[in-house]
């Protein structure tokens, strides 16, 4: 709305409505009022949301200059003396205000220095213009008042053209506000020269009031642009500047602008006129000092930047020279075109062994197809917007030496400083080199050096992979080996563990596999069939049973191996766990054992795991039970006594017989449990049989180790005492393959028994290969001769037959024991015992074993 009053005072005006003086003065002077007043409160309402002055300055100062060209433009109007003068005063206010304002503009740089550069730049600019134009062409009759309008204006327009142009490119408020401040600076140009009295004062002449139109409307329009650029307060942010913004500035391009608009000047005006007036050599050296002062400026910033250069490139070198890394710049050809100074130092490679060669001829052969498939994908742009490649390689160094080296490739061909492949090469040797130690560590066991469990199941598995899957897996188990630990510390054992494996080694094939797996378990893998397997197994138990020889000592170990065809399993676990059970059962059937692999066996195994299980509360379940076989005089044909044999009635297994029994309840430890029941359970039922006969006797058997425990003959005591039974009726069967394990401890526990009345009966004599040997050494009344004494062909052989129970028989009665033949199942072979002097038999062939209630009805009938 005030533009539109404006333009019409001024139509108003040139059409001779009103004086074209008040006319220009009342339009312009106040629509620049009002562009200096919505700059100016532009400025304050910056101030007062930023809380600083500097975002303020540039509408300030533009708003500055509307001000100057509003009084300005009311000169005409009051026509002062001297009106070129004052016209020429706020044109040059006017050109500071906005130069000023210009350079201060939101996005225009900041900084006195860039500020100073582009001030210079217009300021040489507009002299060059002004000395060109007042040489071009030749104005000789130019009036002098003219050339300080003329210098004013040009320098003023060219100080604002550069600060727009340079600081703002992408801004149109910018623009727009420079764009005003060139119109405006042009009107006032305008109107000092028109004020001149050496042009005729066209303002007051007869021209009307045209001219003072014109000139107003160069100054309403330029307000209205400064008013709606300088104003604009929802700018966008401006766009991120170069990380050397000044580098632009100090270009020589725009100096040569000026430059070469004054040489042409110059040249045309001496073409011309041949000579310089004083004037014009004083714009040459204003033009020249200008010029000079911006050429201080380049050289100040060349060497700015060239030290910030240096200072940047020692930075680099420093970093690459003391990196860990060795960088190579390599051209779409693959060639490297530069080496990082590290490359002597980390891989012996100089220069020129390195610059100027492809880059796959320092990659081992095996290694280049890979590299170069890694290599093809970052120049295809695959790697562009994730992480560098990674290429794992051996190169060559120095030494010609093969390194491991892990590179990372970047692709920077779009950057011109750089428009290479940079790679960046990691020497991994001593990492791969742990990595293989650690994988050692981690498949061999760290005491004897064989594998381990882990190798063992890795190889097991590689095994079973190959063709036919022919192979057997062998598990070894030690026994003896916590003795050793207990009785001579653990270092012995660890040092019988080493021989242990030593051993096994020089008993193995190249492709056998020996494994530890843990404690005293070994196992070993090998490509042998069932027959050469099992000949390894049991040179293997031969072997290992032979005596250590160790610094002071001496120790000796027992095995059992297991036995498992590879292809027998599903898989590696189900193979090892086949051997596994095949060594417990091994180890069930005795010591140094050697045991295949069959369904049969894990059944087995199953039964004893569940008899180990259910074993421990059969006492409390009352499923134990005895029967009674009875011993038979053979010169009378009566029953002489009884022995309790243990039966355990199993709910759903049934019978279960003491040759399976015994074993477990040693196992699970509570064979001295069972020897008790039974003893109290055998007596009680004697003390109910009313035979009459005192010396009808009852024989239970007692492990060895219940015997050689102190509280025995007193348990034995107590009981006899509970029943009231006379002491020689209880016989103590102690069995003869025992006795070896501590013959001096078992005496002395048979002597205490003696001591009681209790007599003692050595059972199975004859199995033994000692036995003659313990006869005169231990306390005991009676022998129980082996079956397989009686079990003979009616001719004497050679070390059997009649001649050997004869011998042992004469023996026992020698000294004065009671000889009792076992294992009596036909009438031949009672009649062979009675004829070598037995006096009692025990067998199918003279009672079966039964309940109580059978042997009391049996004692009974022969009885009457």
Not at 15 to 21: D, F, H, K, Q, V
Not at 54 to 76: D, E, I, N, S, Y
Not at 165 to 183: E, K, Q
Request: net charge negative.
């Amino acid at each position: 709305m005030p533009a539109a009053i404006a333009a019409a005072i001024l139509i108003a005006g040139a059409a001779g409505l009103i004086p074209a003086r008040l006319a220009l003065a009342v339009a312009a002077g106040g629509y620049g009022l009002v562009a200096a007043a919505v700059l100016v409160r532009a400025a304050l309402a910056i101030h007062h949301s930023d809380g600083t002055f500097v975002a303020c300055r540039g509408a300030g100062f533009v708003g500055m200059g509307g001000l100057a060209t509003a009084l300005t433009a009311t000169v005409p109007a009051w026509s002062p003396p001297g009106a070129t003068v004052w016209a020429t005063a706020g044109l040059g206010v006017a050109a500071a205000c906005y130069s000023v304002g210009t350079l201060l503009l939101p996005g225009a740089g900041r900084g006195w220095a860039l500020h100073s550069r582009r001030a210079f730049d217009g300021l040489g600019l507009g002299v060059s213009i002004a000395f060109a134009g007042y040489l071009i062409p030749p104005v000789k009759q130019a009036h002098p008042a003219t050339l300080p309008v003329t210098l004013i204006a040009a320098t003023g327009i060219a100080i604002v053209l550069v600060s727009v142009l340079r600081g703002t490119p992408h801004r149109r408020p910018a623009v727009r506000c420079g764009s005003g401040a060139i119109l405006v600076l042009i009107g006032l140009a305008a109107l000092a020269t028109l004020l001149d009295p050496g042009l005729g004062g066209t303002i007051t002449g007869s021209v009307g009031g045209v001219a003072p139109a014109l000139v107003g409307v160069l100054l309403v329009a330029g307000l209205a642009l400064t008013a709606d650029g300088g104003s604009r307060r929802d700018l966008p942010l401006p766009p991120p500047e170069p990380r050397n913004p000044d580098q632009y500035l100090a270009s020589y391009p725009l100096l040569a602008v000026p430059a070469g608009v004054g040489v042409v000047a110059a040249i045309w005006h001496l073409v011309e006129v041949r000579s310089f007036d004083p004037t014009s050599i004083i714009f040459g050296i204003a033009m020249v000092a200008v010029l000079a002062m911006r050429e201080l400026l380049v050289v100040r910033d060349i060497r700015k930047y060239a030290g910030q250069l240096q200072t940047a490139e020692a930075h680099f070198r420093s970093l690459v020279a003391g990196a860990t890394d060795l960088t190579l710049v390599l051209d779409e050809q693959l060639r490297i075109r530069w080496q990082s100074p590290a490359a002597s130092r980390l891989f012996g490679l100089s220069d020129d062994e390195v610059v100027g060669k492809g880059f796959t001829e320092l990659i081992h052969p095996d290694d280049v197809a890979g590299a170069q498939e890694m290599i093809d994908a970052v120049l295809a742009g695959e790697h562009a917007d994730g992480p560098p490649a990674l290429v794992t390689a051996r190169l060559r160094d120095g030494a010609e030496l093969w390194r491991d080296t892990e590179s990372t490739i970047s692709d920077q061909r779009s950057v011109p400083e750089v428009a290479a492949l940079v790679v960046h090469v990691r020497d991994i040797g001593e990492r791969r080199h742990l990595e293989r130690a650690l994988h050692k560590l981690s498949y061999t066991d760290q005491l004897t050096g064989l594998a381990n469990r882990r190798a063992l199941m890795r190889d097991l598995l590689t095994y079973r992979r190959r063709p036919g899957r022919q192979g057997t897996l062998l598990v070894i188990d030690l026994h003896g080996l916590g003795d050793i630990n207990d009785s001579r510390g653990r270092e012995t054992g660890d040092a019988v563990l080493i021989e242990v494996g030593r051993r096994l080694r020089t008993l193995l094939g190249d492709e056998d596999v020996p494994a530890r797996l843990g404690g005293d378990e070994f196992a070993v893998l090998t490509t042998d069939g069932a027959v050469l397997a099992y000949a390894l197994a049991t040179r293997i138990a031969t072997v290992l049973s032979e005596p250590h020889q160790l610094p002071g000592a001496v120790v000796e170990l027992h095995t059992s191996i297991g036995l498992a065809e590879l292809a027998g399993g599903g898989d590696s676990d189900e193979v090892l766990r086949h051997a596994d059970l095949a060594r417990k059962r091994a180890r069930q059937l005795g010591l140094d054992r050697v045991e295949w692999y069959d369904p049969d066996v894990e059944m087995k195994l199953n039964r004893r795991m569940d008899l180990e299980r259910e074993l421990l509360g059969a006492i409390e379940r009352n499923e134990l039970d005895l029967v009674f076989q009875p011993v038979v005089g053979l010169r009378d044909d009566q029953p002489a006594g009884v022995e309790a044999l243990l039966r355990w009635r199993h709910p759903t297994l049934g019978t279960i017989m003491p040759n399976e029994l015994l074993p477990i309840a040693r196992a699970v430890g509570i064979a001295p449990e069972l020897d008790e029941w039974v003893l109290d359970t055998a007596c009680k039922h004697l003390s109910a049989w009313s035979t009459g006969d005192t010396g009808f006797w009852l024989s239970v058997n007692v492990s060895p180790r219940e015997l050689l425990t102190a509280r025995f003959p007193d348990r034995v005591a107590t009981t006899l005492r509970r029943y009231g039974i006379a002491p020689e009726r209880l016989v103590v069967e102690v069995a003869e393959d025992w006795i070896a394990e501590d013959v001096p401890a078992i005496v002395a526990s048979l002597s205490g028994l003696r001591k009681l009345g209790v007599r003692a009966a050595l059972d199975d004599f004859g199995s033994g290969q000692a036995s003659l040997s313990h006869l005169r050494r231990l306390p005991v009344d009676m022998l129980k001769l082996h079956a397989s004494l009686t079990n003979t062909t009616p001719e004497p052989l050679p070390g059997n037959g009649p001649a050997v129970i004869d011998i042992v028989v004469s023996l026992g009665r020698r000294l004065g024991l009671e000889i009792v033949a076992k294992g009596l199942e036909s009438p031949d072979q009672i009649e062979r015992a009675a004829q070598a002097g037995c006096l009692y038999g025990q067998g199918f062939a003279l009672g079966h074993p039964g309940p109580a209630e059978r042997i009391e009805a049996y004692l009974e009938s022969h009885r009457a």
